[in-house]
């Protein structure tokens, strides 16, 4: 039967075209079927792994870790240190670590295809492609979000326990604790779409990790440069600002509510997501 | 079936394909062949959807790529340019695209063992030699079973056993009904598995033909090594008569525009003494070359006027 010397399982191949046992004619692609595909690549790469783990790690690791730290110094605080310590803040400041590697991961689960070539694959089997930008988005951020959500949980939780010992610490029915840990997991998944989306609009991964880095790291700090008044004013409305302050507890005069700030960061990604969906359809892989 | 219909492609001011249209049929292997830069790949990306013809269609089974259902069923493709994530396992990217179709694993690890890639099939592909990162494009091609196949110079990077290999697959491919489309920059590379050819140069059509045709006219137009007693006057008789003569260092004649038999009678005729009348065959690279070279030389350079 089979004409294939030197292929032991070329038999399969001989039947009539596209009627061989077991695969259906017709089996057509759906979003399931590529939600599939994508959690298979998100977790067969190494370097993804690396991140996740990460990511992880430092959200539940680092807040208990300057807990530690806090406690040990806490007599030599200030006053107004130890009146205004944020129980719930400090016990969340992994985020600026998580978010970085949640970022670049963002970043990567889209350039690293391009890089590679993998993208063509990957649309030659998804050729309507926008089902592919959705999977992605979609396994990212379930996966980012109950990584950093679980992280924040054991970070809010193992630092209050340390902060018995100066009895500052807080219970999860706090004011904002619960919207500060639950914010902290949202901003951060927020981030890494915004990044996969900045990814699939540059195609390259140096392009997108210095746009997140620029837009989340350097135009905070650069704002102060200008004349108060006018820094102020724009402060608001940066991705960073309004996205973050749902994640913390303490409220600024000067910005959006929690929720607010984190609707206009919202709106950020999505923005940002069209715009990538609308590039990756329209232009040549 | 693979149609495309007065398809252009323009990158800014350059063109990569102008007014293309040929039909590849089921049931035999088509070869698609033209010079490194004709434009092969990109009428192979335009057919797959990755690019967007400026004006044509491209179809395959009477629909344009991104409206297949289900593409990997109809179409398997591998293009020359890498496509595979150096980091993942050659059995992880192959069930990634598995998946996309609800492709059952067992067929992954069927074509693996198809392309003998069985027992590296956890390793990374960027660990992976070109050949076998060949053999893991043509498993990718297969795994939909389907009923079309693309492939871009397939025979790059593999040993003399893995071209026969390939050569067989193609031939077999075909005979069981389906269209089996492959390009290539060497003749002899598909001479022995095509039947059809197609051969484009500066992304025109310059020939659309079956092989043997092909062979038949290059063969026609083969040039005849002429020794005889009295060279100048043979060269004279046969310039008369509307050859083209050139005059080698060891006194025989190169004459092309006349056919041996031809030759012989006009010597006869005009009492000359011949001591050798070869035909000299021309290769088919040889014909494919002038062919390609021609339509380039008469050619608009490409720039729009």
């Given at each position: 039967m089979s004409a294939l010397p030197t292929a032991p399982g070329a038999g399969r191949l001989t039947g009539s075209a596209g009627a061989t046992d077991g695969i259906p004619a017709a089996s057509p692609v759906t979003l399931g079927r590529v939600l599939r595909s994508e959690w298979t690549k998100l977790w067969s790469l190494r370097s993804t792994r690396w991140s996740l783990a990460v990511a992880f790690l430092t959200q539940a690791g680092l807040g208990p870790l300057f807990a530690l730290l806090e406690m040990g110094r806490w007599n030599q605080l200030s006053l107004g240190q130890r009146l205004f310590f944020s129980p719930i803040d400090h016990s969340l400041v992994g985020f600026h670590f998580s978010q970085l590697a949640i970022g670049v991961l963002g970043v990567l689960i889209i350039t690293g295809e391009y890089s590679t070539g993998q993208i063509r694959s990957t649309l030659l089997a998804v050729p309507r492609r926008l089902p592919v930008l959705w999977a992605k988005l979609i396994v990212f951020s379930v996966v980012a979000f109950l990584l950093i959500f679980t992280g924040a949980l054991i970070a809010f939780f193992v630092s209050n326990a340390i902060f018995t010992e100066h009895h500052v610490n807080v219970g999860l029915g706090a004011p904002h604790a619960f919207r500060a840990v639950l914010g902290t997991a949202l901003y951060v998944t927020g981030t890494g779409m915004l990044c996969t989306a900045f990814g699939t609009m540059l195609r390259a991964t140096a392009g997108g990790i210095s746009t997140f880095v620029v837009i989340l790291f350097v135009l905070p700090p650069i704002l102060l440069l200008l004349p108060t008044g006018t820094a102020d004013a724009i402060n608001p409305y940066l991705p960073s600002v309004a996205g973050g302050s749902v994640g913390s507890a303490l409220l600024s005069p000067h910005s959006f509510s929690p929720w607010g700030g984190f609707a206009l960061f919202c709106g950020y990604v999505i923005a940002a997501i069209l715009t990538a969906a609308w590039l990756l359809k329209r232009r040549d892989a | 079936m693979i149609e495309v219909r007065g398809v252009s492609k323009r990158y800014g001011e350059k063109?990569?394909?102008?007014d293309l249209t040929f039909t590849v049929q089921p049931g035999v292997v088509t070869g698609f062949l033209g010079p490194n830069g004709a434009g092969k790949s990109t009428t192979m990306r335009l057919i797959l959807g990755l690019d967007r013809p400026t004006e044509g269609t491209a179809t395959v089974a009477g629909r344009s790529y991104a409206d297949l259902p289900a593409p990997l069923h109809e179409v398997g493709a591998m293009l020359e340019a890498r496509a595979i994530?150096?980091?993942?396992s050659a059995r992880n990217h192959l069930l990634a695209l598995a998946q996309t179709h609800g492709i059952p694993d067992r067929r992954v690890d069927e074509v693996l063992d198809l392309v003998g890639l069985t027992h590296v099939a956890r390793k990374r592909v960027g660990s992976f030699s070109l050949g076998m990162g060949q053999r893991l494009g043509i498993a990718a091609a297969l795994l939909g079973d389907p009923h079309t196949v693309i492939l871009d110079e397939p025979a790059n990077g593999l040993d003399p056993e893995g071209i026969r290999w390939i050569r067989t697959l193609l031939i077999d491919l075909a005979r069981e009904g389906r269209t089996v489309f492959l390009s290539s920059h060497l003749m002899s590379e598909i001479q022995q598995s095509a039947e059809h050819l197609i051969v484009i140069g500066k992304g025109r059509l310059i020939e659309d033909t079956t092989v043997a045709d092909f062979v038949a006219r290059a063969s026609a137009d083969a040039p005849v090594r002429v020794r005889g007693a009295d060279p100048a006057a043979l060269a004279h008789a046969l310039t008369a008569a509307g050859a083209a003569v050139s005059l080698e260092a060891d006194g025989a004649l190169t004459v092309t525009g006349l056919a041996a038999e031809q030759i012989g009678e006009l010597a006869a005729a005009d009492g000359l003494v011949l001591h050798e009348l070869t035909p000299l065959r021309v290769t088919l690279e040889e014909a494919f070359m002038s062919r390609t070279h021609e339509a380039i030389e008469y050619q608009p350079t490409g720039v729009p006027v």
């Open positions: - | 063109v990569a394909v102008e994530h150096t980091g993942r």
